[in-house]
């Protein structure tokens, strides 16, 4: 079966099924809402909820989720918070009050953008 598979490894997107370009301008949507979901993630749990969540037709790079996260950062959308587990240092993400506010707008421009694209192709 991963024969059939289309796979970009060396994009900044590991996709399973779909092209990077498609998932590109998604990124930070799919992270707000996951973020809105979960209250606050680390990396690792991201990339994973999203393989889970997408049946592993999704599987991000830390390549392009941590620049994704920074940006949301920068933009004061999220936060960061650094915990000390044993000697590993996690860092869990979470949503500002802004974040929240821009997720709901994100949201509903994907949905329309998703309902537009589908009366294009259907027909």
């Known amino acids: 079966m991963l024969e059939n598979l289309d796979i ?3 994009s900044m997107y590991l996709c399973a099924m779909y092209s990077k370009e498609l998932l590109k301008g998604t990124l930070s949507a799919i992270v707000l809402k996951l973020l809105a979901e ?3 993630m680390y990396g690792y749990q991201i990339t994973q909820r999203v393989k889970e969540l997408s049946d592993s ?3 991000l790079k830390e390549g392009s989720l941590y620049p994704a996260l920074h940006k949301l950062k920068e933009d004061g959308l999220i936060d960061v918070e650094t915990q000390n587990i044993g000697k590993r240092v996690r860092h869990y993400y979470f949503m500002t009050t802004q974040g929240v506010q821009v997720k709901n707008e994100k949201e509903s421009e994907l949905k329309d953008f998703i309902d537009t694209i589908n009366k294009i192709i259907t027909t």
């Open 8 to 10: 970009h490894r060396n």
């Open 38 to 40: 979960n209250g606050k």
């Open 57 to 59: 037709k999704i599987l």
